[in-house]
């Protein structure tokens, strides 16, 4: 049987809301990409729209929302204004079929476009997926930090991951 999926990748719209809650709360619920616990609301995912420095963008797979990546603020301090954490979630129903590599292949030129110069994450040594994708779009990772926080009462470590965007870093 063939795969009549269409993946397009494109700027997420306030209406797509309710989808990326939808597939951040499988994250959340699954306890692999993030120390969040609680579950987001329609509220908190709207609350992301409007800012030109931070991109969101979902990927678009026959017309309904497979999955979605953001830049966020990385730290207040104006010298850290073109560093963006990102984080990058798949529904479980697409995982493992190519739709981080669809939205990462956008997103990495979309913050360049923003203005960004690099971008940091923080990945569960146990999330190989998540490490891969950021492998393969050219991500190094840089360290560990041990016990970084608890979730559900247990210590856990990360492993930080950077990439350059090297167009807006030329200059020196």
């Excluded at 993946?7 to 719209?13: D, L, S």
């Excluded at 616990?37 to 017309?63: C, K, M, Y």
């Excluded at 590599?101 to 960004?116: D, V, Y």
Aim: aromatic content about 10%.
């Amino acid at each position: 049987m063939s795969d009549s999926r269409t993946i397009g990748v494109r700027a997420a719209r306030f209406s797509d809301s309710a989808e990326i809650v939808r597939i951040y709360n499988q994250g959340i619920e699954r306890r692999i990409a993030t120390f969040e616990t609680r579950l987001r609301t329609l509220q908190d995912v709207e609350s992301w729209f409007g800012d030109p420095n931070h991109p969101i963008l979902v990927a678009d797979i026959n017309g309904g929302v497979g999955g979605w990546i953001s830049a966020s603020n990385y730290r207040a301090r104006e010298c850290y204004a073109g560093i963006a954490e990102f984080s990058v979630y798949i529904a479980t129903e697409q995982q493992g079929k190519g739709v981080g590599s669809h939205l990462m292949q956008a997103f990495i030129p979309a913050c360049e476009t923003a203005g960004l110069w690099k971008l940091v994450s923080r990945i569960f040594p146990e999330n190989t997926a998540s490490r891969a994708l950021c492998h393969k779009f050219g991500f190094r990772e840089v360290g560990v930090y041990e016990k970084h926080a608890k979730l559900d009462g247990i210590w856990r470590d990360v492993v930080i991951v950077e990439r350059l965007l090297e167009k807006n870093i030329a200059d020196g």
